[in-house]
């Protein structure tokens, strides 16, 4: 099948294929896997028009809102860290939509930025992995409340959020976590991806809030913002008419569509799967595809 709009001529069974398998795994880790899909975008498929982060963005809107409401039906959705990610990231993606389409158009540039910043996601992964004192690890929570997969709210101010995630306290600085995100925003807004994959393993690897409770509240936040992003994009297609900008929009929905069932198995069998095993297939996927941008270029 051609579309038109990308120029892409693929099996039209084959984007909500890959969108299922990539975002089942990802999602048990807070991460869409937009940050896959848009490398699988732009080799596979040949799509390196600044059009395809929004098209990136498009399969977050559609696939997102089911594990997010997965999370927040179990109890599972850590609201505090969710409002600081959307206001943190939300500016910073009108930001990175300019920067893409202005100073980011050529391909072979853009994939070796996204080298760069798969390879920073990889290693903050294989630091936490690796790391013992990581409070964050699976040796932390207790075996006998590994069942009840819930986030207790114990304080939440402006100075510091306190919460307790299967018998283990935890607490992390709300103006840490909002600067963080604000770089993060301009990332995400370049990129196309809303900003969970950069955001939510430094929260993990760095901050050391467990993987568990932060995925449901990076979804949240990539949800929001790619829908800011597509919109925003879509603006500026009427002011930059000589470059492709406006999503194809046929192509987002097939990528959704996979990613919406991808996602909601994700969110349902993430507290049965350990952090361990969760960080290694997101290492190892951001690994491969990062060394492989960055070689070429």
């Known amino acids: 099948m051609l579309f038109s709009v990308s120029g892409v001529e693929t099996p039209v069974l084959l984007p909500p294929v ?15 896997g937009a940050f896959l899909l848009l490398p699988f975008q732009m080799s596979f498929l040949g799509y390196t028009d ?5 098209t990136n963005q498009i399969f977050n809107v559609v696939a997102i809102p089911i594990g997010v409401y997965r999370y927040i039906k179990e109890g599972r959705m850590l609201w ?26 050529d391909p072979e540039n853009f994939k070796f930025f996204v080298g ?24 932390n929570i207790k075996k006998s409340d590994i069942s009840n997969h819930f986030i207790k709210i114990n304080h939440n101010s402006f100075k510091k959020v306190v919460f307790d995630y299967s018998g283990v306290e935890y607490q992390f600085s709300p103006l840490t976590v909002y600067s963080i995100c604000a770089v993060v925003g301009i990332l995400s807004g370049i990129y196309g991806i809303g900003g969970g994959a950069i955001a939510a393993p430094f929260f993990v690897a760095v901050i050391g809030l467990p993987v568990h409770a932060v ?21 500026l297609s009427e002011v930059y008419k000589e ?3 406006a999503p194809d929009w046929f192509l987002g929905l097939l990528f959704g569509m996979g990613g919406l069932c991808g996602i909601y198995l994700g969110a349902y069998c993430q507290k049965y799967i350990s952090s361990f095993i969760i960080k290694i297939i997101l290492c190892l996927s ?12």
């Open 18 to 32: 890959v969108a299922f398998v990539v975002s089942f795994f990802t999602s048990m880790g807070g991460v869409s």
């Open 50 to 54: 600044p059009s395809v982060s929004a």
């Open 80 to 105: 505090p860290l969710t409002w600081i990610i959307i206001a943190g990231t939300l500016p910073g993606v009108f930001l990175g939509a300019l920067i893409r389409i202005k100073y980011l158009p």
């Open 116 to 139: 760069l910043v798969l390879l920073y996601i990889g290693f903050k992964l294989i630091k936490d992995i690796f790391s013992r004192k990581n409070p964050g690890c699976d040796k």
């Open 215 to 235: 995925a449901g509240a990076a979804l949240m936040g990539t949800f929001i913002t790619s829908i800011a992003g597509v919109a925003f994009y879509q603006l």
């Open 243 to 245: 470059v492709s900008v």
């Open 286 to 297: 951001v690994l491969f595809v990062s060394v492989k941008y960055i070689i070429r270029f």
